[in-house]
Nanobody, 121 residues
Framework: QVQLVESGGGLVQAGGSLRLSCAAS????????VGWFRQAPGKEREFVAS????????YYADSVKGRFTISRDNANNTVYLQMINLKPDDTGVYFC??????????????WGQGTQVTVSS
């Protein structure tokens, strides 16, 4: 099974930016729709964004539209999440996962270990 490793999280002030990376262990990753999810303390994990294998289809949660951009570099088996104008409500652990059907990870899909994003007010 493909292994996913996230990086790029950290502590940032409101209004700041971060770029998260999700690196995959296998080239088969490039044929998958990949998604980013997040989980805030005391809340359920929620969908953030997804991108299909060509990069031509991207979907975003309403709460991040216009501020987050998902992209991918298939040559390097990596998916990115560029986040700008961060808000305290964006705080949480961010996970990447694949493959997705719609905004849901398939039962046999893989998850990364997560990377912490903390936005201070």
């Amino acid at each position: 099974q493909v292994q996913l490793v996230e990086s790029g999280g950290g502590l940032v002030q409101a209004g700041g930016s971060l770029r998260l990376s999700c690196a995959a262990s296998q080239p088969t990753f490039t044929a998958s729709t990949v998604g980013w999810f997040r989980q805030a303390p005391g809340k359920e994990r929620e969908f953030v964004a997804s991108i299909n294998w060509t990069g031509g289809r991207r979907y975003y949660a309403d709460s991040v539209k216009g501020r987050f951009t998902i992209s991918r570099d298939n040559a390097n088996n990596t998916v990115y999440l560029q986040m700008i104008n961060l808000k305290p409500d964006d705080t949480g652990v961010y996970f990447c996962a694949a493959p997705l059907q719609g905004t849901v990870v398939v039962r046999s899909g893989a998850w990364g270990q997560g990377t912490q994003v903390t936005v201070s007010s």
